[in-house]
């Protein structure tokens, strides 16, 4: 009580001697640039602590001295701006929208700070940028706005992209840690929505991110939610809605079926087979040249050999359980099908958004609420969203205790093929859809002659699935999934300086899925019975944080040090069951597990790891010149043997501020400039629980046997190997950097340079077969892998008349990346491992000295032109006249598994952004560029459509194909029986992969709102936008952003087929109440 | 002073939240079980239970277990002068070198069935380490000894298998891990010496202590019995014996001869009886691996090794259209007019191709050709009643006649009328067919080759004539008109007039009798025939099929230095960090 009454003494006596001073009042308003009011807007003194900030309209009263001349105007995300009060009683500012204010206040860990005073290396988002680009990500959003960040978008709706902060840090998992609202979180993004995003950053070296220890190797994403400001509620609407259009321009091109029979009968000719009596001439005849057949397939007649009694409709007979009286007639399409077109049209999205912000004295909210629907350009599928959010914060006891909470429950809803995926890249490969649409011949036509699916039935036509009747079939799949997250908090100043906070989140997830498979008849490997499985599980999480924060500031000395105790637990478990043989078709309703009367099955599966840690920061600065910060953690986690189980993890890092030196007064063209460094470690723990343990199990399928001959009996086997000295995963990074402003803020940017150094790298080290047999090897810590890089982003900022709000203002910027990423060493024993094996190819490998997931194979230098040139030539067998000539690499004159070398880097010499954002009266442009440069990419697709694996569709790259007539080409002739070596993996699979893809376009109008109605309408803003209007790239394939392909280990830049990004052209309407 | 308390009770929270935190990290694994927990008699029972489980050549799953099946139909009989890859050319390339003997380390046919045969050893090495620990422990849920014995006996005849297995597919160099040995220890053990005497040490010791009643242990049928560990140990010293490492011909044909004196009169049991599903464990059945649906419908205990031989197009099993009997070896069961096969080679006279060079609606099955009556008990072919499947309609029924024959397999497959109870739920190509590691007329062919080679030709004849005379109670098979698909005639040998001769004889008849049932490429290379008997092949065989050519290739040529054997896995060879060494198989 003493010292309140202490406190309102003094405040007292001090609005006396204010109030005797000379003052006088001005009044304005603050909007944006684009006449928005700007509600919050800080209005202070130049050269007097005196601030106000703006009201629900953006106005303002403020009481100045009378011998203050100018007011300074700031606003997050806006640069500041000082204005003249000379002589004026009324002011209007319009502040101009900017990325670089220096005295943005940003979280980066447990606390937050001036960005100015950032000594690690740290990417700011401008989340303005991030919220013009529709997107169902914020990830997806974030491609190019910051250095060091690749995303590989794919076109699923619903995805959450694949990211990667400065390379791949580990041959394991390699996603960020996401801190959102304080709570960690691991997993794919689709659940929560950009526009609720207040701000995002990017904490991309060990001293920035280390003290998230041993979950920060990948880089951690900090995301704060919205919250309200002081004022009345504002309500803001956001709509927008439009179409995507599937690139066309990019399907692969075919052989129509003429050529195509053409192709052959060149396959059996080069390979010296009659086509007399093959299955092919059942198709394209035995003649003088090749024909077309009019029916595919009656019954089990196939081609030229139908008869017209065979091909009478009275015949057809569509019986999907019964493949004996199952009769089907199909005509050729001789005109081809462009199975591309088939599976995918025009789709529309639309997302609705609403929020509530504002506040009072002692209290804000920010509640919101959205609805998003995306149909995806690939026929059946979908993505929706529905979610409300509430962030609300307290102050009691005169700001002494702030508590508050956030907290979102979202529920979405994806159907069919390929959306809402946990892992970017997943349902890629050769039976996906997509997969499909590159195998299946053009001759095939969709529908048979009763509308039915037509298919691959008969022989000869290759074992693809028609992709269209998949997708339809998938129509009623679905995953849902509802999830809760949120925290609430309590911060407590117990003396002034001395904070403590406590915050506790938890998470729970429960989703659900069910896959309907139906008879696909039409398939020549088609399956006549319907089935249904189904999966449902939780996740829950609750993370328990506690800091004790002390701040003082005395004389130019700013020391702040903070402590604190962390306990997450997680848990999960899931349940499966599945059935087949149902008495309906099609009938969803019908399909319960219940109704299955055949092969009815169930599985359940769980998780269960806890993680408690100790961590500790200092800032300190002196006179906004000489930064220090440095941090400590000291992790627990259950995912280690008692011997192992606590890992520390130190960084520190520095600044100094050059421009803030004495000497440098006189340097006017320079505005700040800030050298850091910084040197951290941080670890992984990303790895499956109980390495430690050598386990045994029972289970149906892999132990038990029928030893009395009919009834199973239960056996045991090892499943898994244990390694009782597993730990961490540490990496080890520098980082070197400058932040630079010049020539009167008109250019900003950073530079950096890091060195990054995985070591003990977590790495499942495949035992021998003969010490494991098929169980699972465990990790071990070996192996070595650094990723070394260097990142620029710089910014111009154009505002002509900066007072007037009709300027012409401009933006432009550009991001550029280098990552150059090398595994160092792998287990002793190992000499190379390699990976992602589909049908004969293996296209990747990790070896010492060579990039993660380089590309492995043949090296081609020619075709062989004739027998004498294979007789001159290394040997293998099946080398052809026409077939690939490889190159001799340990040259013992023989071409053996020993030559196959390194044929590719699946990584990019650098990755780079352009933006534009311009304003005019009432108009804005902004247009986004991003791009990729000397990457390559693995198009397996090949294998089908050149290479002739399983009798697919053949590109038209075919035409051009090596014949004695055209020597020249590097393309191998037709040939029907191509040996393993030669469709092995080798360099002609290799393409380059860069792009520069014209990612947005957005012009937007700024309604001037009439008087009478600027009391119930603040702002009205209309916009149209398009993203991916043109890509430029050499890439043959559908999309060059390829994601990983997942195998045994990530095998990025891989192509089996995606999900490919469309072009987007929306409309938007932004309307602030 | 509130605010006081308030600091004062979060940092003692804190605090308290911190010193717990030891046994807040103590989680337990899910779904699995620790080693403290396995010391009863319930888990070694459990271990070798799991030892037999990998009787079936795979761990679990359906898809990809082809080169480990127990029929060994890959290496064995695609290998060989019997069989075809079938399929479409590109569909699993690899196997297309295995047929055409340009194997490489890299064949991903390699690793599946390396890696599957060791978990078999793993399991059999952790049921005697599991038992040791529990005979020698103070637990009171010991085994009364001579169950002890027989889980010792049943562990080490199963490892032998699995030995033999390995060793007849990549030669006789191959790591050899025991009980004894750690994991460091088994990942150090090299491949510098014939494993031969191990094998054959396990099985002296399993037919010494299996119940020498002859009865199963337990009475389970699946176990392995006396009868498997004589007739298995025969057989491993008659392949050593013909490799020329061993000289037991005598040994081998004692062992032989007393299954044949208990077993009873081979004539008595029917041929067909050996596939049929219904009829598994009967009493021709020595060493059989058992196969069931499980009770979900699922096929992963089945017969999935063989999954790939069913039909294709519009045959009641559609998938995938490998595994094709050969022009070669469908004219081999021809017979001459005194229905004895033609041992000169003239069956490829004139060959019979089926519809081959005229598929078209025209073509007429000739039923005049003599065959013996196994043919249509061995393959499916067109215009002939298949199983109760109908009547075979040739092309309808295959996925690509010319890349390999218009000739589909019969032991591999179920009767139409089982599907329900014997295959998987809408996957009819998974049965449950049992897999015949060794049967009867097995070893009666083995024991007429000891006698063929220690000169006993009467003895020799009458056991190939005992085979014989029982093939020729095989009912004929039905074309769809309802007449003999075939002229069909076998009849026994008068007499075997050389030794030469003899062995010829015994030889053709293993190859009929045992035709796909994955002995043909071990014998060939045991006998070392398999160069002159594989290039006389392909040249007969690519006048008919593409297949047999190999790719780019016009003349085929087998080199016993590198073709006797596959080649060691390079991944193993890669992880190994010199371990392994090459074993010089392989192109």
């Not at chain 1, 005169?398 to 959306?419: C, D, M, R």
């Amino acid at each position: 009580m003493k010292k309140r009454l202490l406190l309102s003494s003094l405040f007292v006596l001090f609005c006396f001697f204010q109030s005797i001073a000379q003052k006088r009042t001005i009044t304005g308003t603050v909007t944006a640039n684009d006449g928005t009011p700007l509600v919050g807007a800080s209005v202070i003194v130049v050269g007097n602590a005196t601030g106000e900030t703006t009201s629900a309209n953006g106005t303002f009263s403020i009481s100045v001295p009378a011998n203050a001349k100018s007011l300074r105007v700031s606003y997050i995300g806006y640069v500041d701006q000082d204005v003249s009060i000379t002589g004026q009683s009324n002011i209007t500012v319009a502040l101009k929208s900017s990325a670089t204010n220096l005295n943005e206040i940003v979280v980066t860990g447990y606390s937050s700070q001036r960005k100015k005073d950032i000594t690690g290396s740290v990417a700011v988002v401008n989340t303005s940028e991030l919220k013009q680009q529709p997107s169902t990500s914020p990830i997806e959003a974030l491609q190019g706005k910051a250095t060091g960040v690749q995303i590989i978008n794919d076109g699923s709706p619903g995805s959450t992209p694949q990211i990667r902060i400065r390379g791949n840090t580990s041959i394991n998992n390699n996603d960020p840690l996401f801190v959102i609202d304080g709570m960690p979180y691991q997993g794919k993004l689709s659940w929560l929505s950009s526009d609720d995003i207040e701000s995002m950053q990017v904490l991309k070296d060990a001293s920035a991110a280390s003290i998230y220890g041993s979950r920060a190797n990948n880089g951690v994403v900090i995301i704060t939610t919205k919250v309200g400001r002081k004022g009345p509620p504002k309500i803001n609407l956001h709509v927008y809605g439009g179409t995507q259009v599937p690139m066309r321009d990019r399907f692969p091109k075919y052989l129509n079926p003429q050529q195509f029979a053409q192709y052959v009968w060149t396959q059996y000719s080069n390979a010296g087979q009659p086509i007399a009596g093959s299955t092919m001439a059942s198709y394209y005849g035995s003649g003088a040249t090749p024909t077309l057949p009019e029916y595919l397939l009656a019954g089990s007649t196939v081609g030229q050999k139908v008869t017209s009694a065979q091909s009478d409709p009275s015949n057809y007979n569509y019986s999907p359980t019964n493949s004996t009286t199952f009769y089907q007639i199909t005509k050729a399409n001789q005109a081809g099908t462009n199975w591309f077109n088939e599976i995918t049209h025009n789709a529309p999205m639309q997302n609705y958004e609403l929020s509530i912000l504002g506040g009072g004295d002692n209290s804000n909210y920010a509640i919101s609420g959205g609805a998003y629907n995306q149909q995806g350009t690939i026929k059946y599928t979908s993505f929706k969203r529905y979610y409300i959010r509430a962030n609300t914060n307290f102050t009691a006891f005169n700001g002494a205790l702030k508590i508050g909470e956030n907290a979102q429950y979202s529920y979405s809803h994806a159907i069919g093929f390929a959306t809402n995926v946990n892992t970017a890249g997943q349902y890629a490969g050769e039976g996906s859809p997509v997969g499909w649409a590159y195998r299946i011949q053009t001759i095939v036509p969709v529908y048979d002659i009763n509308g039915n699916f037509a298919g691959t039935r008969g022989s000869g036509l290759g074992n693809a699935d028609n992709p269209l009747a998949i997708l339809y079939r998938g129509k009623d799949n679905y995953n849902n999934d509802n999830q809760f997250f949120g925290s609430a908090y309590a911060d407590l100043k117990i003396v002034n300086g001395l904070n403590l906070k406590t915050t506790f989140g938890t998470q729970y997830d429960n989703y659900a899925g069910i896959s309907i498979g139906y008879p696909d008849p039409e398939r020549s490997e088609g399956v006549f019975v319907n089935s249904l499985s189904e999966n449902q599980g939780w996740v829950t999480q609750w993370t328990w944080t506690n800091t004790l924060t002390y701040h003082q500031k005395w004389n130019k000395h700013d020391f702040k040090v903070m402590g604190g105790t962390e306990a997450i637990k997680s848990t999960g478990r899931s349940l499966s069951g599945g059935g087949n043989t149902f008495a309906l078709f099609g009938d969803i309703n019908y399909y319960y597990l219940n109704t299955a009367t055949a092969s009815k099955s169930s599985g359940s599966s769980g998780y269960n790891s806890a993680l408690a840690s100790l961590f500790g920061k200092v800032d300190y600065s002196y006179n906004d010149k000489y930064i220090l910060s440095a941090t400590i953690r000291r992790d627990g986690s259950s995912n280690f043997g008692p011997n192992y189980r606590y890992g520390t993890f130190p960084a520190a890092s520095a600044a100094w501020r050059v421009s803030n030196e004495d000497f440098m007064t006189s340097v006017s063209w320079i505005n700040d400039l800030k050298l850091r460094a910084g040197y951290g470690a941080t670890g992984n723990q990303n790895i499956p629980s109980f390495q430690f343990l050598k386990t045994y199990q029972q289970s149906v399928n892999a132990t038990s046997y029928p030893i009395g001959g009919g009834a199973l009996a239960s056996g045991i086997w090892t499943n898994s190997y244990d390694n009782p000295n597993i730990k961490w995963e540490e990496l080890k990074s520098w980082n070197v950097g400058l932040d630079f402003t010049l020539f009167s803020n008109k250019i900003d940017g950073s530079f950096d340079w890091y060195n990054k150094k995985t070591s003990d790298m977590l790495y499942p080290v495949p035992l021998l077969a003969q010490a494991r047999g098929g169980g699972a090897s465990p990790f071990v810590n070996i192996g070595s892998m650094s990723n070394k890089g260097v990142e620029l982003s710089v910014n111009y900022h154009y505002n002509a008349g900066a007072s007037s709000k009709n300027a012409f203002t401009f933006d432009i910027g550009a991001n550029v990346s280098r990552n150059v990423n090398k595994v160092l060493a792998l287990a002793p024993t190992v000499t190379n491992q390699l990976y992602g094996t589909n049908r004969n190819v293996t296209s990747s490998i990790l070896a010492p000295g060579q990039p993660f997931g380089e590309f492995y194979g043949y090296n081609v230098i020619g075709i062989n032109q004739s027998a004498d040139d294979i007789a001159k030539s290394p040997e293998y067998d099946g080398a052809r006249v026409g077939g690939f000539k490889y190159e001799d690499i340990n040259k013992d004159g023989v071409i053996t598994p020993d030559d196959r070398t390194y044929i590719g880097n699946p990584y990019p010499d650098f990755i780079y952004s352009l933006y534009f954002n311009a304003s005019w009266h009432r108009f804005d442009v902004s247009m986004f560029f991003n791009a990729s440069y000397g990457n390559k990419i693995f198009d397996e697709t090949r294998y089908y459509t050149d290479l002739n694996g399983f009798y697919g569709a053949v590109s038209t790259r075919i035409l051009d194909a090596w014949s004695p007539t055209n020597t020249k080409s590097m393309i191998p002739s037709p040939y029907y029986n191509a040996s393993t070596t030669e469709v092995a993996s080798n360099s002609y699979y290799v393409q380059p992969g860069s792009y520069f893809r014209m990612k947005l376009l957005q012009i937007a109008y700024n309604f001037q709102i009439p008087e009478s109605f600027r009391e119930k309408i603040n702002s009205i803003r209309l916009y149209v936008s398009g993203t991916n209007l043109f890509t430029i790239t050499k890439y043959s394939g559908l999309d060059p952003e390829v994601t990983q392909f997942s195998s045994t280990f990530s095998a990025p830049g891989v192509d089996l087929g995606m999900y490919p990004s469309s072009r987007q052209y929306l409309v938007g309407l932004n309307v602030t109440f | 002073m509130k605010r006081t308390y308030l600091a004062a009770a979060t940092i003692i929270l804190m605090a308290a939240g911190v010193s717990c935190s030891k046994s807040f990290l103590d989680t337990q694994p899910q779904a699995v079980i620790t080693q403290s927990g396995l010391q009863s008699q319930k888990f070694v029972e459990g271990a070798l239970t799991g030892a037999y489980g990998l009787m079936n050549g795979n761990i679990s799953g359906t898809w990809g277990n082809y080169s480990n099946a127990p029929s060994q139909w890959l290496f064995g009989e695609v290998g060989a002068d019997n069989a075809h890859k079938g399929s479409e050319y590109t569909d699993q390339g690899f196997m297309n070198d295995i047929e055409g003997h340009q194997v490489t380390s890299v064949n991903d046919q390699l690793p599946s069935m390396w890696t599957n045969y060791y978990e078999g050893i793993m399991r059999c090495n952790s049921t005697l380490s599991l038992l040791d620990a529990l005979q020698n422990s103070s637990s009171t849920e010991k085994f009364a000894s001579d169950r002890a014995t027989q889980i010792q006996a049943e562990a080490r005849m199963l490892r032998a298998h699995y030995y033999f297995y390995l060793r007849r597919v990549f030669g006789p160099k191959i790591p050899y891990i025991d009980e004894t040995m750690t994991t460091p220890e088994a990942s150090k053990a090299a491949n510098d010496s014939d494993i031969y005497p191990k094998i054959v040490a396990d099985l002296v010791f399993a037919n010494a202590n299996l119940p020498q009643d002859y009865s199963k242990p337990l009475g389970d049928v699946g176990r392995c019995d006396k009868y498997a560990a004589e007739a298995y140990l025969g057989k491993v010293y008659l392949y050593g014996t013909n490799e020329g490492i061993d000289n037991k011909y005598a040994e081998a044909l004692a062992l032989f001869k007393d299954v044949i004196s208990k077993k009873g009169d081979l004539t008595s049991m029917k041929f067909q009886d050996n596939f049929d599903v219904e009829k598994k464990n009967g009493p021709e059945s020595i060493f059989t691996v058992q196969d069931v649906i499980n009770p979900d419908g699922s096929g992963d205990n089945a017969n999935v090794g063989d999954m790939l031989s069913g039909f294709y197009g519009s045959a009641p099993a559609s998938c995938c259209g490998f595994y094709l009997a050969s022009i070669d070896l469908v004219n081999a069961f021809k017979v001459d007019a005194n229905g004895l096969p033609l041992l000169d080679g003239s069956y490829r006279n004139n060959p019979y191709t089926s519809d081959l060079s005229n598929p078209t609606a025209s073509y007429k099955l000739d039923t005049t050709i003599a065959f013996d009556p196994r043919l249509d008990y061995t393959v499916g072919r067109r215009g002939v009643h298949y199983r109760d499947w109908g009547v075979n309609p040739g092309n309808g029924w295959l996925r690509d006649a010319t890349t390999g024959s218009p000739f589909v397999n019969y032991k591999t497959m179920v009767d139409q009328a089982d599907f329900g109870a014997y295959t998987q739920s809408g996957v009819p190509y998974v049965t449950a067919q049992n897999v015949n590691i060794i049967r009867l007329s097995d070893v009666y062919l083995m024991a007429a080759e000891c006698a063929v080679e220690t000169n006993d030709l009467s003895d020799a004849l009458t056991w190939v004539n005992a085979v014989r005379k029982r093939a020729a109670t095989l009912p004929a098979v039905l074309t769809g008109s309802g007449h003999p698909a075939a002229d069909y005639s076998v009849k026994p040998y008068p007499s075997f007039p050389s030794q030469d001769y003899a062995r010829n004889a015994v030889r053709f008849e293993r190859r009929l009798e045992l035709a796909l049932e994955g002995q043909r490429f071990f014998d060939l290379v045991r006998w070392g025939t398999a160069k002159t008997t594989l290039e006389s092949y392909h040249n007969f065989e690519k006048n008919y099929t593409a297949a047999a050519s190999g790719s780019g290739v016009s003349s085929y040529s087998f080199d016993d230095s590198k073709d006797d054997y596959m080649p060691i896995p390079q991944q193993e060879i890669d992880r190994g960090g010199g371990v392994l060494k090459p074993n010089g198989y392989g192109h």
